[in-house]
């Protein structure tokens, strides 16, 4: 695999190299994130790359998109936020959630929120949009959801799989 052939948001998700990248730690083994000094946005890997451009805040991305998005990010932030820390960084292309690296984000499509995530294994599903693709011994997997109803206990259980995923 040719990492410059992917998506521009799977390189964002799995890093450049198309593995899970290495995460700094402290000496007690706690993962650190890296700051961008011209951006401010936080990293997994330092000097991460990435498109240099500041993180919105909540009501700034809010401001310009469908209001069906608000909904959909308040029930899938409740439930990942409910597990455990979780960074939220809205950028103009969509929301990432973050604990070491991004593990799942929203992007807003003409008539849905794409949602995607990671997982141990390959989803066969008919919610899933896409057709999953292996990265680093991890599947990437995206669901379509057009309100905030659609985030049901399934969805639910695949974000608590992807959250366990990246903590492990």
């Known amino acids: 695999m040719d990492p410059h052939d992917l998506e521009p948001s799977l390189v964002e998700l799995i890093g450049a190299c198309g593995h899970r990248p290495t995460l700094p730690r402290r000496e007690d083994g706690e993962v650190t994130r890296w700051t961008c000094p011209e ?70 499509m003409t008539k849905w929120v794409a949602l995607s995530f990671f997982s141990p294994q390959r989803i066969d599903h008919a919610r899933i949009s896409r057709k999953p693709a292996e990265y680093g011994g991890r599947w990437h997997h995206v669901v379509n959801l057009a309100d905030a109803d659609e985030v049901d206990d399934l969805v639910l259980g695949w974000l608590t799989e992807a959250y366990a995923l990246e903590v492990s």
Not at 68 to 78: G, L, M, Q, S
Not at 84 to 97: L, T, Y
């Open 39 to 108: 951006c401010g946005r936080e990293f997994g890997r330092t000097r991460q790359g990435h498109e240099c451009a500041p993180a919105l805040t909540l009501d700034e991305y809010f401001s310009t998109g469908p209001e069906r998005e608000r909904p959909i990010f308040e029930a899938v932030h409740a439930h990942l936020s409910a597990l455990g820390d979780v960074h939220v960084e809205p950028v103009s292309v969509g929301i990432f959630f973050k604990v070491h690296t991004t593990f799942a984000q929203l992007r807003p």
